[in-house]
């Protein structure tokens, strides 16, 4: 926590004031780094540099994926992107099995684990592999840990950066919100450096996050693939069919949340999300079900972080500059990014 800490006060001290920014790639940034840190902690360098790749990779998949749909067959095309996209999967896979070598070696020589994820997930891996005699059929081969390692940076990055970025974005449009946010966290920390525990007692900060995710939430539909017919309320999905449950729609639902559905009301959540949705299955920004995602307390714990830090250290609003147009890439994110305009407190 303290290394993020250490991180985001470099981010935010910027030198003029007031001074005009686009806090969104700075908030990529940050999430960014905290994934990094807490997957690849102990080899934190070549963890950046697998991410950064793992960056240029979605953007140019992105890309190729856009011009696929008009022109069949683009992928396969020997073009200049998509022969980088071959060179950055190889150069990933061949610098992740090498951490994970070098990580093999050291803990069979008996070294310290670092307590990051690589180590947890090799270290389960091989206490698995031991309990079933040393089978290889058991547990995850080298390329699973590398699957697993981009599903986490996919998974929890993006989503993350956005979080912040829409709750600076509505902070800065609700003021009197964005003072009882500093209010709270200047009383939960007074002049120290925020720590875990006081993270729990911050109330407002909770309440915005939640109002946040209900309005924007970084994954807006939730898509499920029919391998099996099943038989859903009184309907039959055969195999092959796509499922998909528009998280957002039920979030703005106003039978569901009331007249007031559109409008920006952290207080609805003053007593938990149970009270907000009447028990429902109405906020659903993190999943529902066996699938939920495993980062929701990380998130919640780096959101809020990153927000103690920043209302202590600037006062912010959006700059004449900003665009307010959401648009679903992956996740749900502000078109134009998000110029704000900070000033030093
Ligand atoms: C605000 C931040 C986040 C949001 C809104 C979010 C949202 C979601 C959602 C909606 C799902 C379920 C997808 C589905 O059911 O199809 C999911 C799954 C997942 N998330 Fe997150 N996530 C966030 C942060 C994170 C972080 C920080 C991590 C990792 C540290 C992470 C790791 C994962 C993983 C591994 C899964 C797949 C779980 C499985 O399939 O069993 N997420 N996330």
């Known amino acids: 926590c303290s290394e993020m800490i250490n991180k985001w006060e470099k981010v935010v001290s910027v030198d003029e004031r007031p001074c005009e920014l686009d806090v969104w790639p700075y908030l990529q940034s940050l999430s960014c780094d905290a994934i990094s840190r807490t997957s690849f902690g102990s080899n934190y360098k070549e963890g950046k540099r697998i991410f950064d790749l793992i960056k240029e990779q979605t953007d140019l998949t992105f890309h190729v994926m856009l011009r696929a749909i008009i022109i069949p067959g683009y992928r396969f095309l020997p073009i200049q992107s998509n022969r980088r996209l071959k060179a950055i999967d190889k150069e990933v896979k061949a610098s992740l099995k090498a951490l994970i070598n070098k990580r093999e070696k050291a803990m069979s020589a008996g070294e310290d684990t670092k307590n990051d994820l690589l180590d947890l997930l090799l270290e389960s ?23 697993e390692c981009k599903i986490f940076y996919f998974a929890g990055q993006e989503t993350t950066s956005v979080l912040l970025t829409w709750t600076m974005i509505l902070l800065a449009q609700y003021p009197d919100w964005q003072a009882r946010a ?29 109002e946040v995710l209900r309005l924007y939430p970084p994954v807006t539909l939730l898509n499920r693939d029919v391998h099996e017919e099943i038989k859903l309320g009184n309907m039959l999905l055969p195999v092959g069919v796509q499922v998909s449950v528009p998280a957002i729609v039920l979030h703005q639902d106003p039978e569901l949340w009331g007249d007031d559905a559109f409008e920006f009301k952290p207080e609805r959540f003053a007593e938990g999300v149970a009270k907000a949705t009447k028990s429902q299955v109405s906020f659903l920004p993190f ?3 066996p699938r939920i995602c495993i980062g929701q307390n990380f998130a919640l714990i780096e959101a ?12 912010f609003e959006l700059s004449p500059s900003y665009i307010h147009a959401p648009i679903t890439v992956v996740t749900l994110q502000p078109q134009h990014g998000a110029p704000m305009i900070l000033r030093k407190l």
Not at 125 to 147: C, F, P, Q, W, Y
């Open 125 to 147: 891996n091989l206490s698995e592999i031991k309990a079933h005699g040393n089978t290889k059929s058991v547990g995850m081969s080298s390329e699973d840990v590398v699957e």
């Open 304 to 315: 809020k972080m990153a927000l103690a830090m920043v209302l202590r250290h600037y006062s």
């Open 182 to 210: 500093r209010e709270e966290v200047v009383q939960v920390f007074g002049n120290k450096k925020p720590d875990f525990d006081g993270l729990n007692h911050l109330k407002v900060v909770t309440m915005i996050l939640y």
């Open 287 to 289: 999943g529902w079900g």
